[in-house]
């Protein structure tokens, strides 16, 4: 990328040229110039310097779309000449939540790094709205998501789905009633929830039940709104979280119900029992996704194909 594009770039995304020439290792003053040159060259502003942080101008929103095309040649670039290569040399930077980064790449990372030691592998943590927003800015070079809403704007590599079941702590009184639904830890290890001889509950039962529930924009908040609009109840909010790994551990802790990925289950403990969710939307099916039209280096079509064969054989 040119320089100047680079200072403009570093701008947008900082907000304040105070903040972008420390990025930058610039003094202000002369990361003002550069920019200023570039809006004399063009004749018009490319901020709107009254706002805080900066907002682009009609004009530098047009500066910017093209930077991110010109971004997007010289990276695609970099990859065909790495895949001159074969497999030997490149980077994959990649973008998952929590849940995600600690529970379901791993294996993949590994089981990838093992065959292709001489790609180097990054990884980001964030939430997934951020995550979205960094692949269109080319931060990350991909994620992963389980909402349909983004099929416009990504092109979609099915990879991985995981299966949403209710812990609840295992002291609670409805686990009496509910006891012939109910799964042990052991239960979900040994993949009985995913027999189709395994009973499945609606919520009912779980009025009366605290919940901890993750927040608003969370892909699984909006799966547990459908279960309870389903089973007709208005659940009663104990806490809600950022975060699913948190809740679990919550919920294993015996504050409340939550709803969780049966990924998460990885031991047997006694403390928390599990219930099939009787819901089309209890199954997430999650895509790599990409921006639309982007090349697809051999380093990342290699990863995609790493990660079904680990998943397709679980």
């Known amino acids: 990328m040119h320089q100047e594009m680079k200072y403009i770039y570093t701008v947008y995304q900082k907000g304040s040229f105070s903040k972008a020439a420390a990025a930058l290792y610039l003094t202000q003053p002369a990361l003002s110039i550069a920019v200023q040159k570039v809006e004399a060259e063009i004749g018009m502003p490319l901020f709107d ?31 065909q000449f790495h895949d001159l290569s074969g497999l030997n040399t490149g980077s994959i930077c990649i973008g998952g939540s929590h849940y ?7 294996p993949v990372l590994t089981a990838y790094a093992g065959r292709h030691p001489g790609i180097r592998l990054e990884l980001v943590e964030a939430g997934s709205y951020e995550l979205l927003g960094l692949l269109k800015d080319r931060v990350i070079d991909t994620t992963f998501s389980c909402n349909p809403l983004y099929e416009d704007d990504f092109d979609r590599h099915p990879v991985f789905q995981d299966i949403v079941l209710l812990a609840v702590p295992a002291s609670y009184k409805v686990n009496i009633v509910l006891r012939d639904f109910a799964l042990t830890g052991e239960d979900v290890l040994k993949k009985r ?26 892909n699984l908040h909006a799966r547990s709104k459908h279960f309870f609009a389903a089973a007709g109840i208005t659940p009663v909010v104990r806490l809600k979280v950022a975060q699913l790994v948190t809740a679990y551990h919550l919920a294993r802790g015996g504050l409340g119900a939550a709803f969780i990925s049966d990924i998460l289950v990885t031991d047997p403990g006694p403390d928390t029992l599990y219930y099939k969710i009787d819901s089309c939307q209890a199954v997430r099916h999650f895509d790599l996704i990409l ?20 998943y397709q054989r679980s």
Request: charge should be positive; aromatic fraction near 12%.
């Open 49 to 79: 310097r009254n706002r805080q942080p900066l907002k682009l101008t009609e004009a530098g929103e047009i500066y910017i779309r093209k930077v991110r095309q010109f971004q997007a040649l010289e990276d695609e670039m970099k990859q």
């Open 100 to 106: 995600f980064n600690s529970y379901v790449l791993p």
């Open 193 to 218: 929830h995913m027999e189709l001889s395994c009973p499945s509950i609606r919520l009912e039962a779980f009025g009366d039940t605290p919940f901890i529930l993750l927040t608003e924009g969370n």
């Open 291 to 310: 921006p639309k039209g982007r090349y697809l280096s051999n380093a990342l079509r290699e990863f995609i194909q790493v990660f079904k064969e680990f």
